[in-house]
């Protein structure tokens, strides 16, 4: 990869699916260490159902030199993200943010939240919601720091483990500023993401 600086966030497509299941596999896979066997492989299992399924309404990617290296998948519900209607979020939902760790620290994850909240706010939303775990602490704080909030109504049990809930007022978003001087370029936003 060259040091182009230049990130392209653009819907992926189709074809895209498995450069996406990759760049996705390749970032939570230091996880695998962390939760035993069985666990780590309904987890990878879940990335590709999510990945190769029907119910994101977007896939997000982040490119740099027209290779993937970042995705994030938006969904319109708790119903759609997990098959949970009984969480009762019907606003977006951020799920499998993922990043290459070759490309890590260069905003790529704020990158792609931003566009995900953009399109949330395109909807007509006043929130974005995701859920994520202890393990992922470094994630946690990014999304503190970019403002999302604890929403314990949301919390999820996962066999032992708590999925905390959290959720942005998209109304008080703001991209921090040393972000906005990267070089970024946005596809332009045709319909419903493929």
Known sequence: MSNSKEILIRNAADSDRD?????LLEAYGQYAAELPEPFWAEY????????????PYARIVAEIDNRIVGS???FLSSEEAYGRPELGIH?????LLGVSPSVRGRGIAVLLIREA???AIALGAATLNLHTSDMMASAIKLYERLGFKRAYETD???????VKGYCLDLGAFAVPHALQTLSIRFKPLDEKAP
């Open 19 to 23: 450069a996406v299941a990759a760049v």
């Open 44 to 55: 990878r299992r879940s990335i590709l159902d999510s990945v190769h399924g029907t119910a």
């Open 72 to 74: 994030v998948l938006l």
């Open 91 to 95: 606003s977006p939902i951020i799920r």
């Open 117 to 119: 909240a953009r399109r």
């Open 156 to 162: 999820i049990m996962n066999g032992n483990t708590l």
